[in-house]
């Protein structure tokens, strides 16, 4: 109301620029309101660069963008948070909560904290920034394990002792369905379905390479939807972001990444659709028989009322 701005257009020029933050998208309520609490899809490597921030007291690049004694404030215990029964993975929100920041259990260490693990946690006597976007129900499990190897790992190095042979770095992959590539029969055509709550009416499906199929959602009012999906193996799409929960929406501000693969399971088709810089995740099950086609689909890692839904519906053309 006193600057006439929303809030992430207030933050542009005196926070967002000066930190090179130029991929980004702030969800907004029905009332165009940026969220003030929510919503800030960002990569992974701006989580660590706003970790960075904090840990050099709101200076950047040699200029002070955020006063060093609020960042002080900020990242220190303003409020006793133990003995609360509201989060149940163990002991990790009870060490005092401030701006925004919870206080961690090694000393000193503070974090911000998003849902499902998505974190940046600041230690500065280790001179460490730690960075994540995950999709897991245990977020204090896997706090723990920071506490356990990483941060006793930040210790004095000789890079003298460091060989070639020495493996830093290890590569992980998000599991992709298991099947077969093909079923008994073709699944290609196009299906019409019956009324339902999403407003999907029709859905194609195609197999555009060997390995690969092409599928391309139609809703209610001409809008339309195409995802690639790899069989063993990962296809990148981008999308217009979606609607994560019923109190506020993304619409079309920003597009979403994502990747999606298949299988087959005893002539169930198995599709997994992840996006890549959040925790949401999409899994579907077709099952057909004869000119039928019936699909289970369920969001994972998100905010939504409702996670699971059922489309069934009839094949209208081979």
């Known amino acids: 109301k006193v600057t006439g701005e929303k809030l992430v257009d207030y933050l542009k020029p005196r926070f967002l620029e000066p930190l090179g933050i130029t991929e980004y998208a ?48 900020m990242t220190s215990k303003r409020i006793n948070s133990a003995g ?26 503070y974090r911000g904290d998003g849902a499902y693990g998505q974190l940046v946690i600041v230690a500065p006597k280790e001179n460490l920034v730690i960075a994540t976007l995950t999709g897991t129900d245990d977020m204090g499990g896997l706090m ?3 506490w356990k190897y990483l941060l006793p790992a930040c210790l004095p190095v000789d890079n003298a002792k460091i060989t070639s042979d ?3 770095k290890e590569e992980f992959q998000v599991l992709y369905p298991q099947g077969e590539k093909k079923s008994s029969f073709s699944i290609r055509g196009v299906y019409a379905f019956d009324k339902n709550e999403e407003n999907v009416e029709k859905l194609q499906i195609e197999e555009e390479t060997e390995g690969v199929l092409k599928i391309t959602c139609f809703f209610t009012g001409g809008k339309s939807r195409t995802l690639l999906y790899g069989h063993e193996h990962w296809c990148e799409n981008r999308i217009a972001s979606v609607k994560y ?8 501000i920003c597009t979403a990444n994502t990747a999606g693969a ?31 086609i019936k699909i289970q689909a369920n969001k994972h890692r998100s905010m939504a009322p409702k996670i699971s839904y059922e489309f069934t519906g009839v094949r209208c053309e081979a």
């Open 245 to 252: 929960a019923s109190y506020y929406t993304c619409g079309d």
């Open 26 to 73: 702030w969800d907004e309520s029905p009332q165009g309101n940026s969220l003030g609490g929510i919503g800030f899809n960002v990569t992974i490597e701006t989580i660590a660069k706003l970790g960075v921030f904090l840990k050099q007291q709101g200076a950047w690049q040699g200029k002070q963008l955020l006063n060093a004694v609020w960042v002080k404030k």
């Open 84 to 109: 609360g029964d509201v989060y149940d993975d163990g002991d990790n929100w009870g060490y005092g909560y401030g701006y925004q920041i919870w206080q961690c259990i090694p000393e000193g260490v």
């Open 144 to 146: 723990d394990e920071m």
């Open 166 to 168: 020495v493996s830093l």
């Open 262 to 292: 298949y299988a087959w399971k005893n002539d169930q088709l198995c599709l997994k659709l992840c996006y890549l810089n959040g925790p949401l995740g999409v899994t579907a099950e077709f099952s057909l028989e004869e000119n039928s």
